[in-house]
Nanobody, 123 residues
Framework: QVQLVESGGGLVQPGGSLRLSCAASGSIFRINAIGWYRQGPGKQREVVAVIISGGSTNYADAVKGRFTISRDNAKNMVYLQMNSMKTEDPVVYYC?????????????????WGLGTQFTVSS
Protein backbone atom coordinates (compact mmCIF):
# COMPACT_ATOMS: atom_id res chain seq x y z
CA GLN A 1 0.00 0.00 0.00
CA VAL A 2 1.05 3.57 -0.71
CA GLN A 3 -0.40 6.54 1.12
CA LEU A 4 -0.17 10.03 -0.31
CA VAL A 5 -0.78 13.11 1.80
CA GLU A 6 -0.97 16.56 0.25
CA SER A 7 -0.36 19.81 2.07
CA GLY A 8 0.13 23.47 1.29
CA GLY A 9 -3.38 24.76 0.80
CA GLY A 10 -4.31 28.21 1.97
CA LEU A 11 -5.07 31.72 0.82
CA VAL A 12 -3.07 33.49 -1.86
CA GLN A 13 -3.59 36.68 -3.86
CA PRO A 14 -3.79 36.73 -7.65
CA GLY A 15 -0.28 36.78 -9.04
CA GLY A 16 1.11 35.36 -5.83
CA SER A 17 2.85 32.08 -5.15
CA LEU A 18 2.04 28.90 -3.31
CA ARG A 19 3.86 25.63 -2.82
CA LEU A 20 2.16 22.27 -2.51
CA SER A 21 3.80 19.22 -1.02
CA CYS A 22 3.00 15.55 -1.23
CA ALA A 23 4.50 12.92 1.03
CA ALA A 24 4.37 9.26 0.06
CA SER A 25 4.55 6.56 2.67
CA GLY A 26 3.94 2.86 3.01
CA SER A 27 5.60 -0.30 1.76
CA ILE A 28 7.14 1.48 -1.20
CA PHE A 29 9.76 -0.27 -3.24
CA ARG A 30 10.04 2.37 -5.91
CA ILE A 31 8.11 5.32 -7.27
CA ASN A 32 8.50 5.52 -11.01
CA ALA A 33 6.50 8.67 -11.59
CA ILE A 34 4.76 11.10 -9.29
CA GLY A 35 2.89 14.28 -9.96
CA TRP A 36 -0.10 16.52 -9.57
CA TYR A 37 -3.58 16.49 -11.04
CA ARG A 38 -6.43 18.90 -10.53
CA GLN A 39 -10.17 18.83 -10.91
CA GLY A 40 -12.63 21.69 -11.04
CA PRO A 41 -16.35 21.52 -10.25
CA GLY A 42 -18.11 19.36 -12.81
CA LYS A 43 -14.94 18.81 -14.80
CA GLN A 44 -12.73 15.84 -15.49
CA ARG A 45 -9.53 15.42 -13.55
CA GLU A 46 -6.56 16.60 -15.56
CA VAL A 47 -2.83 16.37 -15.26
CA VAL A 48 -0.97 19.42 -14.01
CA ALA A 49 2.61 18.23 -13.81
CA VAL A 50 4.39 14.90 -13.62
CA ILE A 51 7.99 14.02 -12.88
CA ILE A 52 9.58 10.62 -13.36
CA SER A 53 12.47 9.05 -11.49
CA GLY A 54 14.93 10.14 -14.17
CA GLY A 55 13.97 13.77 -13.74
CA SER A 56 11.94 14.30 -16.89
CA THR A 57 8.89 16.50 -16.45
CA ASN A 58 5.62 17.10 -18.21
CA TYR A 59 3.39 20.14 -17.72
CA ALA A 60 -0.09 21.02 -18.79
CA ASP A 61 -0.23 23.91 -21.24
CA ALA A 62 -2.20 26.01 -18.79
CA VAL A 63 0.61 26.00 -16.23
CA LYS A 64 3.75 26.00 -18.35
CA GLY A 65 6.07 28.79 -17.34
CA ARG A 66 4.23 29.33 -14.05
CA PHE A 67 4.41 26.02 -12.17
CA THR A 68 7.46 23.96 -11.35
CA ILE A 69 7.45 20.38 -10.13
CA SER A 70 10.32 18.90 -8.17
CA ARG A 71 11.00 15.60 -6.48
CA ASP A 72 13.00 14.28 -3.57
CA ASN A 73 13.45 10.58 -4.29
CA ALA A 74 15.16 9.85 -0.98
CA LYS A 75 12.22 11.25 0.99
CA ASN A 76 9.52 10.10 -1.43
CA MET A 77 8.18 13.62 -1.71
CA VAL A 78 7.08 15.80 -4.58
CA TYR A 79 6.51 19.54 -4.66
CA LEU A 80 4.63 21.91 -6.87
CA GLN A 81 5.76 25.52 -6.89
CA MET A 82 2.97 27.65 -8.26
CA ASN A 83 3.77 31.20 -9.32
CA SER A 84 1.70 33.90 -10.98
CA MET A 85 -1.47 32.41 -9.59
CA LYS A 86 -4.68 32.86 -11.55
CA THR A 87 -8.29 32.71 -10.47
CA GLU A 88 -8.81 29.48 -12.39
CA ASP A 89 -6.03 27.74 -10.48
CA PRO A 90 -7.81 27.17 -7.13
CA VAL A 91 -9.40 23.79 -7.73
CA VAL A 92 -8.79 20.51 -5.94
CA TYR A 93 -5.27 19.23 -6.45
CA TYR A 94 -4.43 15.56 -6.16
CA CYS A 95 -1.09 13.89 -5.74
CA UNK A 96 -0.61 10.77 -7.83
CA UNK A 97 2.12 8.16 -7.81
CA UNK A 98 2.94 5.31 -10.13
CA UNK A 99 4.60 3.02 -7.64
CA UNK A 100 5.71 -0.51 -6.95
CA UNK A 101 5.29 -1.90 -3.47
CA UNK A 102 7.06 -4.73 -1.71
CA UNK A 103 5.75 -8.10 -2.81
CA UNK A 104 4.88 -7.01 -6.31
CA UNK A 105 6.45 -8.78 -9.24
CA UNK A 106 9.07 -7.05 -11.34
CA UNK A 107 7.60 -4.41 -13.58
CA UNK A 108 4.26 -4.30 -11.78
CA UNK A 109 3.26 -0.75 -10.87
CA UNK A 110 -0.01 0.72 -9.69
CA UNK A 111 -1.45 4.19 -9.46
CA UNK A 112 -2.09 5.66 -6.04
CA TRP A 113 -4.01 8.82 -5.22
CA GLY A 114 -4.04 11.26 -2.37
CA LEU A 115 -7.27 12.65 -0.96
CA GLY A 116 -6.69 16.05 -2.50
CA THR A 117 -6.14 19.57 -1.29
CA GLN A 118 -7.43 22.95 -2.36
CA PHE A 119 -6.72 26.61 -1.85
CA THR A 120 -8.27 30.01 -2.44
CA VAL A 121 -7.03 32.79 -4.71
CA SER A 122 -8.48 36.06 -3.48
CA SER A 123 -7.62 39.73 -3.02
Amino acid sequence: QVQLVESGGGLVQPGGSLRLSCAASGSIFRINAIGWYRQGPGKQREVVAVIISGGSTNYADAVKGRFTISRDNAKNMVYLQMNSMKTEDPVVYYCNADARVYGMAYGVYKLYWGLGTQFTVSS
